[in-house]
């Protein structure tokens, strides 16, 4: 009888991620979309001092995380080698994020070299996780540069039983840009995956990102998500209303919320874009359904739309065209009927009764985003 709950324990955890994280997106921030390699110790500080004390934590941001260029070599024992002017105490640093009452991540890749050519994890899954866990770590982000060409679907796994196997539970999230259509297949071994390519701060790079990560809407909810990248809200390449688009989108989508500006130094318009806690309670929903687009004419009238918990409904009216034109949401396509409440997320504001349909002006590369409440 031992051995076969032996077995099937085994068996269970080469199969599977069991970890309890992501029930809903995670929400933090990471390095890479504003500092590329520019990072250090003094910089995490920073950011974990801000975000603790600026409104982010107390909106549900909650993991710092740094991306590429951390690691420098492995020493002769084999356990990875943070960079020694950059990272000098890695230990010390993640207890001081953990003092904020923040969270810690770092980035490795499953190919023997990073993007950037630091060293990679592969053949060394088990002893980077111990070293990981021995740290304190409670975030991986796992990249695909320099691999030796065997499947995702074979190279991501052997991480995540590393990881689980440390005990600590530690958030696993694959980066392999939707190469194998991971959607499906990665809940059985990530947190969330990405779908898409890089995302680069312009309105077509996010439009795109948006598009592809569509495709994949049934196959996201609790425990697993689907990553169109990071957020480049704040980092200058898009105008408010751009910025607007796309942070109601993502948090439509149930997108990772993974700010990628200078935190310690943001505008109060992009703070408060980041922080609106109708939008993000929209993405934290327990129900975790993502929402996607329902309706769009030649013109760029999209009406996209996710059911919550509560039996509303989410509903982001973009105008993806040229002009400004009335964007209406018809009941019929987005699972409502009969007469709903109004509230609107960006104005605040309660906005009465609809019946069968919505509607709204809608300027250029803008959007309006509602909760509609059935009466
Ligand atoms: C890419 C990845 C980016 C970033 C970069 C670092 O492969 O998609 O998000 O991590 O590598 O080199």
């Known amino acids: 009888m031992k051995a076969l709950l032996l077995i099937a324990c085994i068996l269970h955890s080469s199969l599977s991620l069991d970890n309890g994280l992501g029930k809903t997106p995670q929400m933090g921030w990471n390095s890479w979309n504003h500092f590329r390699c520019s990072i250090n110790d003094q910089l995490v500080m920073e950011t974990a001092d801000a975000m603790a004390s600026n409104g982010l934590k107390a909106a549900g941001y909650q993991y710092v995380n740094i991306d590429d260029c951390w690691q420098v070599a492995r020493f002769p024992n084999k356990t990875i080698q943070p960079d020694p002017k950059n990272f000098?105490?890695?230990?010390?640093?993640?207890?001081?994020?953990?003092?904020?009452?923040?969270?810690?991540?770092?980035?490795?890749?499953?190919?023997?070299?990073?993007?950037?050519?630091?060293?990679?994890?592969?053949?060394?899954?088990?002893?980077?996780?111990?070293?990981?866990?021995?740290?304190?770590?409670?975030?991986?982000?796992?990249?695909?540069?320099?691999?030796?060409?065997?499947?995702?679907?074979?190279?991501?796994?052997?991480?995540?039983?590393?990881?689980?196997?440390?005990?600590?539970?530690?958030?696993?999230?694959?980066?392999?840009?939707?190469?194998?259509?991971?959607?499906?297949?990665?809940?059985?071994?990530?947190?969330?995956?990405?779908?898409?390519?890089?995302?680069?701060?312009?309105?077509?790079s996010m439009y795109s990102k948006v598009v592809e990560n569509d495709k994949w809407w049934k196959y996201a909810g609790p425990g697993g998500w689907n990553d169109p990248d990071m957020l480049e809200v704040g980092n200058g390449g898009m105008s408010h209303n751009e910025y607007v688009v796309h942070f109601s989108l993502w948090c439509l989508m149930k997108a990772p919320l993974l700010i990628g500006c200078d935190i310690h130094n943001m505008s109060k318009d992009t703070l408060d874009i980041l922080t609106n806690s109708e939008v993000i309670a929209v993405n934290q929903d327990p129900l975790g359904v993502q929402g996607h687009r329902v309706n769009m004419t030649s013109d760029g009238a999209e009406v996209w739309a996710g059911p919550l918990s509560d039996k509303s409904?989410?509903?982001?009216?973009?105008?993806?065209?040229?002009?400004?034109?009335?964007?209406?949401?018809?009941?019929?396509?987005?699972?409502?009927?009969?007469?709903?409440?109004?509230?609107?997320?960006?104005?605040?504001?309660?906005?009465?009764?609809?019946?069968?349909?919505?509607?709204?002006?809608?300027?250029?590369?803008?959007?309006?985003?509602?909760?509609?409440?059935?009466?």
Request: aromatic share 10%; with cysteine.
């Open 313 to 375: 409904v989410a509903v982001i009216l973009l105008n993806s065209g040229s002009k400004t034109q009335n964007v209406t949401a018809h009941f019929s396509d987005i699972g409502m009927s009969g007469t709903a409440s109004v509230r609107d997320l960006w104005a605040h504001a309660d906005q009465g009764m609809v019946t069968n349909t919505v509607t709204r002006p809608v300027d250029s590369h803008s959007a309006v985003m509602l909760r509609l409440k059935p009466q």
């Open 88 to 204: 000098p105490d890695m230990k010390q640093l993640i207890s001081y994020v953990h003092n904020k009452g923040l969270k810690f991540g770092l980035y490795s890749d499953a190919g023997t070299k990073t993007c950037q050519k630091r060293p990679g994890s592969l053949g060394y899954e088990d002893i980077d996780a111990e070293t990981y866990a021995s740290w304190g770590v409670d975030y991986l982000k796992y990249d695909n540069c320099n691999n030796d060409g065997t499947k995702p679907e074979v190279r991501y796994p052997v991480m995540r039983d590393a990881l689980n196997k440390t005990g600590r539970p530690i958030f696993y999230s694959l980066c392999e840009w939707g190469r194998d259509d991971p959607a499906t297949w990665a809940s059985k071994v990530g947190n969330s995956w990405r779908t898409t390519s890089d995302i680069r701060d312009n309105w077509d």
